[in-house]
């Protein structure tokens, strides 16, 4: 009943209109909520230098258009199928992270995680060019001079002028993050670093995405889906950590029938909208239970 209550709150203008007769275009979306990323002016289709031990380069056409893809293994030997695309597509993307190149498989960028901005799947990394050493080092001067004639504190001052510690982050085979604190990066990291590297491409694995066709009309919708999800991001999640906290204390047999709802807020993120009035019903469970 939970389930499908939520699933009659979906807007059902996206679902028309795929099914309309208008001129659409073929994107790549996130294969968890199907949220458009990129299309095919996006693709990069120039070979790009990358480290052959561990890469296979191999031609590919990906929405009608060839390019190169390259079938890439990290330490943890889980391999994965890579594309590159323009950073221009930073807007459908949300960036963790600081670029580190220890094990880069296109040095000598540095690379981060890539999620999908709608969901927050991880999609891929994005990667960057750092600054020579030189320019890192006069960038560090420049820093150092300014501490001795320091401006006025803001409410993240002592936050930036933290050192900022390194950790060496591998994908493992179910697409989480496992991350070793302390581990050496190829750099010596500053927290000033990320504020000088410039992003020069997306590489996103070519199996977490899926080609869909979409018009201009459901785009807007998708973007317009987008900004109510950020807006609502923040009480999503604290209402995601009452859920839990919650069906923790009832009883498998009764916290059970919620965990399709919460799957289902993980995979259509416009449901998240709605947690709250998951909570309510889980809160009148537990409630019930406890009196």
Known sequence: ????????LIPSAIMDRQNASKPSTAFLCCSQCTYPIAFAADLLGEKCECWK??????????LDKDCWCYSATNPGDNRFDVIR????????????GTPSSEHSWFPPFAWCHA???????????????????????????????SESNPLPLGPNASEASAP????????????????????KCASNTDSRLPEIARL?????????????????????????????IKNHSSQYKKN??????????????????????????QHNPHLRRHSGALLSRVTDLHVTFNV
């Open 1 to 8: 009943v939970i389930i499908f209550s939520l699933f009659r």
């Open 115 to 145: 999620h999908c901005a709608a969901c927050g799947a991880h999609l891929g990394w994005g990667f960057y060019t750092l600054p020579c050493k030189e320019a890192f080092q006069v960038a560090c001067s420049a820093s150092q001079s």
């Open 53 to 62: 031990k561990v890469v296979y380069a191999y031609e590919l056409a990906v």
């Open 85 to 96: 695309l323009m950073p221009s597509i930073e807007n459908a993307i949300s960036i963790t």
């Open 164 to 183: 900022t510690s390194c950790a060496s982050t591998h994908l493992h085979e179910d697409g989480n993050e496992n991350v070793t604190e302390g581990a």
């Open 200 to 228: 020069d491409f997306f590489g996103l694995v070519l199996t977490r995405l899926t080609e869909r066709e979409y018009c201009q009309a459901d785009v807007s919708d998708f973007v317009a889906e987008r900004e109510a």
């Open 240 to 265: 995601l950590s009452e859920i839990v906290l919650r069906l923790n204390q009832l009883p498998l047999t009764l916290a059970a029938r919620f965990y399709p709802a919460l799957d289902a807020m």
